[in-house]
């Protein structure tokens, strides 16, 4: 965990500044995924879990759920084929997981940024206990 801190962004960046970088990664995957298709000729959504999960670690606030919403259009339109209850139940379940992914994140980025100030007050308490 603490070989993950240094990619915390501490300090606040512009809304619009997050969204576009975080709307950059999940195009990086996408891409990625697209070309994963072409080979392959296969549908998938496992590249586009790496994005949603990078974007709500290292921003915070909602950016990780907007790259889950931008990953289940991805996810919608590579798959698309609206007639077939098998498309529905895919795309419901990737919606699901993506949702997961994204509210993991941005509990873990809360937990690693809490946790070096919960440490300093425990270490100076103990420091200047007087027993």
């Known amino acids: 965990m603490n070989k993950l801190y240094p ?27 697209i070309a994963l ?4 000729g ?4 496992f590249l586009l879990l790496p994005g949603i999960f990078l974007s709500g670690l290292v921003f915070d606030r909602g950016t990780g759920i907007f790259s889950a919403l931008i990953a289940v259009c991805v996810g919608g339109y590579l798959s ?13 379940l990737f919606l699901v997981t993506a949702a997961g992914t994204a509210a993991v994140a941005e509990f873990l980025r809360s937990e690693m940024i809490f946790e070096p100030s919960h440490r300093s007050k425990h270490n100076l308490g103990r420091k200047f206990s007087l027993t």
Not at 37 to 40: G, K
Not at 80 to 92: F, H, M, Q, W
């Open 37 to 40: 298709q072409m080979l392959s």
């Open 42 to 45: 296969y549908p998938g959504y």
């Open 80 to 92: 698309l084929r609206p007639e077939s209850v098998e498309y529905l139940s895919t795309n419901g």
């Open 7 to 33: 990619l915390l962004l501490e300090h606040r960046l512009p809304v619009v500044v997050r969204y576009c970088i975080s709307t950059a990664i999940m195009l990086v995957c996408s891409v990625m995924q």
